[in-house]
């Protein structure tokens, strides 16, 4: 790393994404101490641009990075309160389940 540190933001990233995979943890690898003892996985990953108010995660079920700006949210807080039961707007970032892409047209084309 000192002899060939990343070069921008996108090789910071790629690193940050290979160090996380070389500790990601596989549902069931890591035996349970007890019955009643839950199953160790990864569920969730989060790289972090503090500099540019960037988050990224992704979940155990999809790998897709999933990406927040910071900078476009508006954290101030309601001048009037929402209505009883309507919900504030939300994001998925972590799919529930797997997720890929169909790429096939890029072949077939």
Do not use: C
């Amino acid at each position: 790393m000192l002899l060939s540190p990343p070069k921008d933001l996108n090789e910071t990233l790629i690193l940050g994404q290979e160090l996380l995979n070389a500790v990601y943890k596989p549902l069931g690898t890591i035996p349970r101490s007890s019955p009643t003892d839950p199953l160790e996985t990864t569920p969730y990953s989060t790289l972090r641009v503090p500099q540019q108010r960037l988050v990224y995660t992704r979940s155990r079920q999809d790998m897709t990075w999933r990406m927040l700006d910071l900078k476009r949210i508006d954290f101030t807080a309601r001048k009037t309160p929402l209505p009883k039961g309507v919900l504030p707007p939300a994001a998925e970032i972590a799919s529930p389940s797997f997720h890929a892409l169909d790429v096939t047209e890029q072949l077939v084309g």
